[in-house]
């Protein structure tokens, strides 16, 4: 067909005909708003629940941080819509998210969006079976934003609200794309978090480990600040994560060694704070000897950025290793086709994938992620959310009146301390990156 390219939809596997942007991350015909076959039958999925004659219909609203997104999916897994506004440009001005600029910016995006999303799925407010919203854990001030909204939206429509916890939709968000059966091992690792667990149910979680202080994405994006990456003119749009990951590229991460955080605790959680201190102790040192300017860069930008990649990448894949080990010792995981999900921000990041791939080989697991497009923060994944919980009919509230958001929000039940006194051994893996 002159004027189109034939493309592999990531979401439907079909072959559309549909125009796609050469450039971007949307390589999926969902932003045309439709799929050319239903997820469910690319997938054998069942269809939907049979006491529907349609299948139900979510709207899903995502404000915890800086992203605005809404989508509407349905009970398939189709995508009928979707739209984001990211604040990224504005926040990376600021050297980092300020909560009321955050809060502002949701304010006056989140009509315009969730009116994006409802126009690209060809449905009116009217056809909802139920509103998804994240509600926790994220910024209060942004919370809010969507929480108020989506409230106004429930009473003017009279549809269920369904409170939604954010990083319970990063985990879920591959069930989207693929068919993967509880339970298997989940590793969230975003900009506000980082955590190891067990996903054993939609809403039932064993949390095996989490940063101790903070996650890797906040740490990619403070040390991407030290090096002044927003002034280098191939990185100047880029979140700190992307922009580290795109300069490692060329540079060599042996001519810095950074030590490993928590080598001596035999647990599975995180610690990245120390690591930065040490990189920024670098960056500092080697500042005043090329004797630079603020904003400027360091003529071995690329090998520290690479050495802090390998680093973090490592110490997350230690701490999954262990995470592994224990699912696999006491029996948590099933003994064949046990899944590693891992999504969030930070999961977009090829190197981090290539080295847990090397775990997963050397475990027996399957290694499964999200499209970076669907890692970080957006609306389809609270609407998939909201169609996971819909379906196992689980807290779908037909009067939220009282409802809060609540900025901390631990996920599932904690069993670190199993985990601590199993003292597992982590032995040593040869990367093969
Ligand atoms: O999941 P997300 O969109 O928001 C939170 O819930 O935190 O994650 C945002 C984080 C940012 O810290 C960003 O720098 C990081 O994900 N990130 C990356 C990459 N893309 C985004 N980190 C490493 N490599 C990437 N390619
Ligand atoms: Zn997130």
Same mark, same amino acid.
């Given at each position: 067909?002159?004027?189109?390219?034939?493309?592999?939809?990531?979401?439907?596997?079909?072959?559309?005909?549909?125009?796609?942007?050469?450039?971007?991350?949307?390589?999926?015909?969902?932003?045309?708003?439709?799929?050319?076959?239903?997820?469910?039958?690319?997938?054998?999925?069942?269809?939907?629940?049979?006491? $529907?004659?349609?299948?139900?219909?979510?709207?899903?609203?995502?404000?915890?941080?800086?992203?605005?997104?809404?989508?509407?999916?349905?009970?398939?897994?189709?995508?009928?819509?979707?739209?984001?506004?990211?604040?990224?440009?504005?926040?990376?001005?600021?050297?980092?998210?300020?909560?009321?600029?955050?809060?502002?910016?949701?304010?006056? $995006?989140?009509?315009?969006?969730?009116?994006?999303?409802?126009?690209?799925?060809?449905?009116?407010?009217?056809?909802?079976?139920?509103?998804?919203?994240?509600? %926790?854990?994220?910024?209060?001030?942004?919370?809010?934003?969507?929480?108020?909204?989506?409230?106004?939206?429930?009473?003017?429509?009279?549809?269920?609200?369904?409170?939604?916890?954010?990083?319970?939709? $990063?985990?879920?968000?591959?069930?989207?794309?693929?068919?993967?059966?509880?339970?298997?091992?989940?590793?969230?690792?975003?900009?506000? $978090?980082?955590?190891?667990?067990?996903?054993?149910?939609?809403?039932?979680?064993?949390?095996?480990?989490?940063?101790?202080?903070?996650?890797?994405?906040?740490?990619?994006?403070?040390?991407?600040?030290?090096?002044?990456?927003?002034?280098?003119?191939?990185?100047?749009?880029?979140?700190?994560?992307?922009?580290?990951?795109?300069?490692?590229?060329?540079?060599?991460?042996?001519?810095?060694?950074?030590?490993?955080?928590?080598?001596?605790?035999?647990?599975?959680?995180?610690?990245?704070?120390?690591?930065?201190?040490?990189?920024?102790?670098?960056?500092?040192?080697?500042?005043?000897?090329?004797?630079? %300017?603020?904003?400027?860069?360091?003529?071995?930008?690329?090998?520290?950025?690479?050495?802090?990649?390998?680093?973090?990448?490592?110490?997350?894949?230690?701490?999954?290793?262990?995470?592994?080990?224990?699912?696999?010792?006491?029996?948590?995981?099933?003994?064949?086709?046990?899944?590693?999900?891992?999504?969030?921000?930070?999961?977009?990041?090829?190197?981090?994938?290539?080295?847990?791939?090397?775990?997963?080989?050397?475990?027996?697991?399957?290694?499964?992620?999200?499209?970076?497009?669907?890692?970080?923060?957006?609306?389809?994944?609270?609407?998939?959310?909201?169609?996971?919980?819909?379906?196992?009919?689980?807290?779908?509230?037909?009067?939220?009146?009282?409802?809060?958001?609540?900025?901390?929000?631990?996920?599932?039940?904690?069993?670190?301390?199993?985990?601590?006194?199993?003292?597992?051994?982590?032995?040593?893996?040869?990367?093969?990156?």
């Amino acid at each position: 067909m002159p004027g189109y390219w034939f493309k592999t939809c990531f979401l439907c596997r079909a072959t559309c005909s549909l125009k796609f942007p050469v450039q971007g991350i949307v390589t999926s015909c969902f932003s045309k708003s439709q799929h050319l076959i239903p997820l469910s039958a690319a997938l054998g999925k069942p269809a939907y629940h049979s006491e $529907h004659s349609s299948p139900r219909l979510v709207l899903g609203i995502e404000t915890s941080c800086d992203d605005t997104g809404a989508a509407v999916v349905d009970e398939t897994g189709k995508i009928l819509g979707e739209a984001l506004h990211s604040q990224k440009e504005v926040h990376l001005k600021t050297g980092g998210i300020i909560p009321v600029i955050a809060q502002q910016l949701h304010r006056e $995006h989140i009509d315009r969006v969730v009116n994006e999303a409802l126009r690209a799925s060809r449905i009116t407010a009217h056809e909802l079976s139920a509103i998804a919203t994240t509600v %926790k854990p994220g910024l209060s001030l942004s919370l809010g934003v969507g929480l108020d909204y989506s409230l106004k939206l429930v009473e003017l429509y009279e549809k269920p609200f369904i409170p939604i916890h954010h990083m319970e939709a $990063h985990a879920l968000t591959v069930r989207l794309m693929e068919p993967v059966d509880f339970p298997f091992l989940v590793l969230l690792i975003s900009g506000g $978090h980082c955590l190891l667990a067990i996903a054993r149910g939609v809403s039932d979680f064993l949390l095996l480990g989490e940063s101790l202080d903070e996650s890797p994405g906040e740490t990619f994006d403070k040390v991407a600040r030290s090096l002044s990456l927003i002034n280098h003119p191939e990185c100047s749009s880029m979140s700190g994560g992307q922009a580290l990951e795109h300069i490692a590229q060329q540079g060599d991460r042996r001519n810095f060694s950074l030590t490993l955080p928590m080598s001596q605790n035999i647990d599975c959680n995180f610690s990245f704070s120390g690591l930065r201190s040490h990189a920024n102790g670098i960056i500092i040192k080697k500042g005043r000897e090329e004797g630079l %300017k603020k904003g400027q860069i360091l003529s071995c930008v690329a090998d520290i950025a690479a050495a802090v990649q390998h680093t973090v990448a490592f110490h997350i894949v230690k701490r999954t290793h262990r995470a592994i080990l224990f699912c696999q010792q006491e029996g948590f995981l099933p003994q064949n086709d046990a899944s590693l999900v891992v999504s969030g921000g930070v999961a977009s990041n090829q190197y981090i994938r290539r080295c847990l791939k090397n775990v997963t080989n050397a475990t027996g697991l399957a290694l499964r992620c999200p499209p970076p497009r669907l890692c970080t923060d957006n609306g389809i994944m609270i609407a998939w959310n909201g169609i996971e919980r819909l379906r196992a009919g689980l807290e779908v509230l037909h009067s939220p009146k009282g409802i809060r958001y609540e900025p901390k929000a631990p996920l599932g039940t904690d069993i670190s301390d199993q985990v601590r006194k199993a003292a597992i051994k982590v032995p040593r893996l040869k990367l093969n990156i």
